[in-house]
């Protein structure tokens, strides 16, 4: 256990099965991501050349980092929040610091205007 460690982790309990099912539990999720990894593969063949998709998740989770799986601690692994970039076959590379007006002005593009229809 490391230095700092908040009592509610320091003081949980933890064994071997616990580790067992965790990672168990993590073989699972995985397996899960399969099927999704596949329909992003085929959204990816549909998209048009020059196009910019930003993935994004919700915050992050542990699997057994700290004594801890799940959400609801403030570690990295928890708390941050999962992103990546990708583009396909762009006519110009994406920066790799700053704002690409590519992503920015394309953020607005879903808001709703009142009484309009998704």
């Known amino acids: 256990m490391e230095n700092g460690a908040p009592n509610y982790i320091a003081q949980g309990s933890w064994s071997a099965s616990i580790a067992a099912f965790n990672n168990h539990s993590h073989a ?4 899960t ?8 593969g085929q959204l990816w063949s549909a998209l048009p050349d020059n196009t910019v998709v930003l993935f994004m998740s919700d915050n992050g989770l542990a699997w057994g980092e700290h004594r801890w799986s799940g959400k609801m601690v403030p570690y990295n692994e928890a708390i941050r929040i999962p992103m990546a970039v ?3 076959n762009l006519a110009n590379p994406l920066p790799v610091n700053g704002t690409d007006p590519r992503i920015v ?7 709703r205007s009142k009484g309009t229809q998704a």
């Open 28 to 31: 699972a999720q995985l397996d």
């Open 33 to 40: 991501t399969f099927g999704v990894d596949r329909s992003i």
């Open 86 to 88: 990708a583009g396909k």
């Open 105 to 111: 002005s394309t953020s607005t593009c879903c808001r």
